[in-house]
């Protein structure tokens, strides 16, 4: 599980199960800890049903931050009421580490789309 900071404080994890190599891109269902209530209130509002976070890091396992040249977010999708998904995504991971990271991504998009 790869996790997500703002702050310095733990606020989620998230496998990042599905990606876009050629985009450096990795996203999945984010898994909020009970720190992330605290950060409510720093969302933007995008709509009535979505909410977003930024200005987030995002660590490896074993505790490497990971760059990511174009940013982290966080979507909330739902009514505050009714949240009925949270997903994170990571934008602009390089290469060489996107590669070691997601290899599974990778031969995913090779078996679609050819090396």
């Known amino acids: 599980m790869f996790s997500f900071w703002i702050d310095d404080v733990l606020i989620g994890y998230s496998k990042l199960e599905q990606g876009d190599p050629p985009m450096g891109v990795a996203h999945g269902q984010f ?5 992330f209530e605290n950060y409510r209130s720093k969302a933007e509002s995008l709509d009535d049903n979505s909410r977003r976070w930024q200005g987030l890091s995002v660590k490896m396992p074993d505790g490497q931050e990971i760059k990511c040249h174009a940013g ?4 909330e999708y739902g009514p505050l009421d009714d949240i009925f998904a949270i997903e994170a ?7 060489p580490l996107y590669g070691e990271l997601f290899p599974h991504h990778v031969k995913a998009y090779n078996e679609e789309w050819g090396d």
């Open 72 to 75: 982290i977010v966080i979507i």
């Open 89 to 95: 995504t990571c934008l602009g991971i390089g290469y």
């Open 31 to 35: 898994i909020a800890t009970d720190k």
